[in-house]
């Protein structure tokens, strides 16, 4: 096995797995809903509070779909066989996380015109909300990833997931939030995308391993 | 490359769940040999399997492969490694091929469907993996050591689910590669035909 | 510096010898400055002219949002002994003083909602502050949690080391991210830091309630670290022996 054939055959895996990309897709969409239905459909509750609604949204889709990431390959042993490739394992996880970012996040980026149509977004603030999303995900996953990795040997392990990773997704939606909040009433917003960035890159260095240290505990 | 693939283990403690399952163990496996390890059940047989393999770490001890010290990490040794446990490691999403060419990426299909046809598979390579049984997606992991060009082989009951036949062509396969300088480390309930000159280490607790 | 006292210290044995003599010490001088403090807080110390009364809270609410935080520092800290050094300990530690910072994190809360009652008119406000305290409080929930839910020793020890050490790296994002978000929403209001120049009539029963919660935090971490120590190491002649001579 190399890397790039890990690569190759995680999305090959994606594609065979459509439903599951699918899935999030639309647990993304009915949890938006029930803000209109939950709260009120007017313009004036639904457009100053769409950025929170989107971001409380998508932070829990990507939980959601990021929770179940290693599950299968746990349970089928090929989790183990990846342990004892001889490859860095920090690094297969990444090239795992891009593969799903793709494949949860370009169709909801797709989806973002639509729904900015139905909260009521302008055009200005659709592209800054974008931009966190492009920005800020990133983290959200790789933070997911611990979490998915030390759950992965229990069989309910989902809500525990969501319980303790949860508060490390606080910063990424403050300072989403903050960010469309500023360019919704004309104010800069590049120091917040700014802080979004550094809290990415950051989890960019200590997830994977940190992914890896908890799957190597759990494979036994 | 011949000599220079031994595999040392010493003063190794291993422990699972609070039980200890064997102290100061130490053996020498050479390239070219084909080592059994024997113990009751549950005296720890699979548990040294995955300890040499990186799967686990030992509590206390020392593992040498080539001269160097593994102990902490196993890359070096898992380079050269192949490793059958427990669980057979087929991906149920992709068909029995995929699962081969995941393995081992640089061999083509010819190889793999010859593969899959002394393992008595033939015929199913487009067949989604899991649409077979377990035993079949055992063999499936089997083929694996047809298509691999790795020295060191651990296999876990690499026996079961195999008839007579299966028993007779897996040993002839085990054979070969010893000749050829690789080295097998594995367990088994079953008996070994005495071609094999199996080496055979104790584990006791 | 030497450091051969943290790594004995480091040795099950060891660390439970010593703790028999430092946790009675810590428990009597924590107990000790911890009722002198809370006692005169509550009772003598000069009311507040802003607040009048209701402001004697703070004896309690500081010293507890103090510890609660302390022990946060004090399990990332542990975690990453636990993932670097392999520290038998340290898993030990956390385990102990998990449930403990979350008590005082609750106890924070509390008294925060008692305090904020009189002085902002509602049992809750979402001030930087107690927002911070609240994520602390739901963060040792998480850890004990995830400790409670894994049954492989190795596997749960491992598992709250990462965990603690993930949350050391991310709690000053956290709180950093609470109060820029607080200062947005929030005006400026009384924060509970900021004590004004406090007179030392004030401030020295709120020192002496905070040392002394160390103490008794310290004192009972120690007690549950020795428990701990004899469950987990049952099966040696020092623990068989210790149990036949002093009982449990």
Known sequence: MTYLSFFNSEVLAIFRRKQDAVNALVFFLLVITLFPLGVSPSKEFLQPAAGGIIWCAVALAILMSVEGMFKEDYNDGSLEQLVVSGLYLPVLILLKLVVQWCAVMLPLLILMPILSQMLFINWEILWVLILTLIIGSPALFLIGTIGAALTVSLRRGAVLMLLIILPFYLPVIIFSTGAIGAAQVGQPYNGQLAILAAISLMTLTLSPIMAAVSIKASVN | ?205 | ?248
């Not at chain 2, 070969?176 to 367990?187: D, F, K, R, W």
């Not at chain 3, 703070?58 to 670097?84: E, K, M, N, R, W």
């Not at chain 3, 709690?171 to 929030?186: G, R």
């Not at chain 3, 029963?205 to 120590?229: C, D, H, K, N």
Request: glycine residues 8%.
């Open chain 3, 1 to 248: 510096m030497n450091w051969i006292w943290f790594h004995k210290l480091g040795s099950p044995k060891w660390f439970f010898q010593w703790a028999n003599k430092w946790s009675k010490f810590a428990f009597v001088i924590g107990v000790l400055m911890l009722s002198i403090g809370i006692v005169w807080g509550l009772g003598f110390a000069p009311a507040d002219y802003q607040q009048g009364n209701s402001f004697r809270i703070i004896y309690i609410h500081v010293p507890t949002a103090i510890l609660a935080q302390s022990c946060y520092l004090g399990l990332g800290v542990a975690g990453l002994v636990s993932l670097v050094w392999r520290m038998k300990m340290a898993p030990v530690f956390i385990k102990a003083v998990a449930p403990l910072g979350a008590v005082m994190a609750l106890i924070a809360l509390l008294s925060g909602a008692i305090w904020g009652k009189p002085t902002w008119g509602a049992w809750w406000v979402w001030d930087a502050r107690l927002t911070s305290v609240l994520i602390l409080f739901l963060l040792y929930m998480g850890v004990i949690a995830i400790q409670n839910s894994l049954d492989d020793l190795q596997l749960a020890d491992k598992a709250v080391a990462v965990i603690s050490v993930v949350g050391l790296i991310n709690l000053p994002i956290i709180k950093y991210s609470v109060e820029w978000w607080n200062t947005l929403h929030q005006p400026a209001t009384f924060s509970v830091t900021e004590a004004p120049a406090m007179p030392m009539a004030m401030w020295l029963p709120l020192l002496l309630s905070t040392l002394g919660m160390y103490g008794f935090i310290a004192a009972v971490a120690m007690w549950r670290m020795q428990t701990e120590v004899l469950i987990r190491e049952h099966r040696s002649n020092w623990v068989k022996k210790e149990i036949l001579d002093n009982g449990i």
């Open chain 2, 1 to 205: 490359m011949h000599s220079n693939l031994d595999l040392s283990i010493s003063n190794l403690f291993i422990e699972r769940s609070e039980r200890v399952l064997c102290e100061n163990f130490s053996c020498l496996i050479k390239a070219g040999e084909v080592a059994r390890i024997m113990g009751e059940n549950g005296a720890g047989k699979s548990t040294l399997l995955k300890i040499i393999a990186g799967i686990l770490q030992p509590l206390e001890g020392k593992i040498l492969f080539a001269g160097e010290d593994i102990s902490f990490h196993r890359d070096m040794l898992q380079k050269h490694l192949l490793y059958l446990g427990h669980h057979a490691g087929i991906k149920s999403v992709f068909s029995v091929a995929e699962n081969l060419k995941w393995y081992c990426p640089n061999k083509d299909i010819d190889a793999i469907e010859e593969a899959l046809a002394i393992v008595g598979l033939a015929g199913y390579s487009d067949s989604p993996a899991h649409q077979l049984s377990a035993g079949q997606q055992r063999r499936i992991a089997l083929a694996r050591l047809w298509l691999t060009d790795k020295k060191i082989w651990l296999l876990d009951e690499p026996f079961t689910a195999l008839d007579v036949k299966g028993v007779s062509v897996l040993e002839g396969k085990i054979k070969q590669h010893t000749n050829n300088g690789g080295m097998v480390i594995l367990t088994t309930h079953q008996s070994l035909s005495d071609a094999l000159c199996v080496k055979e280490i104790q584990l006791v607790s």
